[in-house]
Each structure stands twice: as C-alpha cells, then as structure tokens.
C-alpha cells in the first residue's frame, strides 16, 4: 500500500498503465505478438508504434518511445535516409515506407505536414478503419493552403479523421515543439501536462499510457471537436507546465 503521495502517484500509473494495454489488447487481437521487452507500460507488454513523419517531433517522441521499451518503425518516402536516426536509438528502432509502418503497428504516430493528409488516406485506403492514430499535425496557412482553411473552419481533428477514413484519431504532442519535447519529459517533480483529444475512450486510454511513457502527464482536454483549444491560435497552445496550471488555463478558457 503506498505510503506518501509520491508512491501513490506512481501506483496509480501502474494500475492505468495495465489496464490500458489491457484494453489495448482486447482492441487489437495481435498485440500479443509485439515483441517482448522491458515496457514502460507497467503491463510488461510494449506496444508497436509506426512513425509517419520522422522529423523533428516523430523523431524526438518516437526516441523516447524507443527509450521506454516500445518498438518503433519510423518511415519516409526515403527509408534510407532515416539510418542515423534508428542506429542511434538501438534495436527497437527500425527505418521503413508508410505503408511498412500502417502494417507494423498497433498504434501510428502522425507527424507530418497538415497538407500531406489526403495524399496519406489516398495511398492508403482502408488501411485507417480501427487503427489508433495519435494525430501531433499543425495546419499552418501559409504552409499547408486550403487544408489549413479547412480545419480552421471544420476543426483540426475532425478534418484528421476525415482524410484518415475509419482511424480512432487522438490529437497529442502538437501542442509545443520539438525542443521543448526534448528538453521537459521526465521532468524532476510534476511533469509537463500534455493535452490530448478524442472521441473513442480506448484510443484515450491508450494515448494517456504513450504520453506518460514518452515522459510527460496527460491531461484529457475532451472530444475530438476540443483539439482546436491547443492547437496553433488555441488558449492552450504553447501553455507548458503542470497538470494542475493546465487544468487551470483549461477553466480559464471556457
């Protein structure tokens, strides 16, 4: 039984942890033949995550995904050009194309430009429905173009789900950058709140064991239709710090 707050914190992290890959493997029936290795997940059981986008943000969350004992299939058109990156981070780390890491993974990691969405759902088709896409895209205008108007308008993680047709779409780790990934995950004391959104709640729970594996706490801001909140121009964007200061900012900006 714990016996101070801190040993209460991390039993409950624990007990979510299991019961996320718990439902996790009841959701996807060939969990069971993820590699075996030490897992972060508390369940002992890693969870195989493919990367589309290997940049800046793909490869700083996925390393630390590595670093936890997840393995990771980053792709790129060019493969090739990603051997540095997986050679650096062991042997959990592979390189590959898209549709090498849509097969390979329990759960995707989304991190491209906005603008590559319907070139990925028409590459891919039906290669989305049941999938859980942890969606870290940002529609920026002058970059992404009608798209960016597009999500602006409709929301950024209902357009998400529309290019990627039938995918269980939870917006994570868009809402700061790459250099502040890298420098605040396992932070010393409270970590660094990390707001998702969602619609489906097994995706949620997943989502919320990835983030508190890659280092960080998550904090569930609500539905898919939310995300705008801290996405680029949201009250939340940018708003790095506790869990208790997100969910402060978070009523501040009801």
């Known amino acids: 039984m714990p016996t101070t707050e801190t040993d209460a914190v991390r039993g409950r992290r624990r007990l979510l942890g299991a019961g996320a890959i718990a ?20 369940s002992g059981q890693p969870v195989k995550i493919g990367v589309i986008g290997s940049g800046r943000i793909g490869g700083t969350i996925g390393g630390l995904w590595v670093k936890s004992g997840h393995p990771v299939l980053f792709s790129s058109r060019h493969p090739e ?13 592979r390189a590959g194309t898209v549709a090498e890491a849509i097969a390979f993974s329990d759960v995707l990691f989304l991190a491209t430009p906005y603008n590559a969405l319907p070139q990925l759902g028409q590459d891919n088709p039906g290669a989305w429905k049941g999938k859980i896409v942890l969606d870290a895209t940002n529609a920026f205008a002058q ?24 995918a269980r779409v939870v917006r994570a780790f868009n809402f700061m950058g790459a250099a502040n990934f890298a420098s605040e995950h396992h932070r010393q004391g409270e970590r660094v709140a990390v707001p998702i959104a969602g619609d489906d709640p097994v995706a949620l729970r997943v989502a919320e064991q990835l983030v508190r594996d890659a280092g960080f706490e998550p904090v ?23 869990v208790e200061e997100m969910r402060r900012k978070m009523g501040a900006a009801q």
């Open 81 to 93: 050009s990603l051997k540095s990156l997986v050679d650096s981070l062991g042997p959990l780390a």
């Open 23 to 42: 439902m996790l493997a009841l959701a996807l029936p060939n969990l069971g033949a993820c590699a075996q290795g030490g897992g972060a997940s508390g």
């Open 220 to 242: 569930v801001v609500g539905p898919l239709a939310s995300a705008d909140k801290f996405a680029p121009g949201g009250p939340l964007f940018r708003q790095i710090g506790s």
């Open 143 to 166: 970059r992404d173009g009608a798209i960016a108007d597009e999500a602006q308008r409709n929301g950024i993680g209902i357009t998400t789900g529309r290019y990627l047709a039938g």
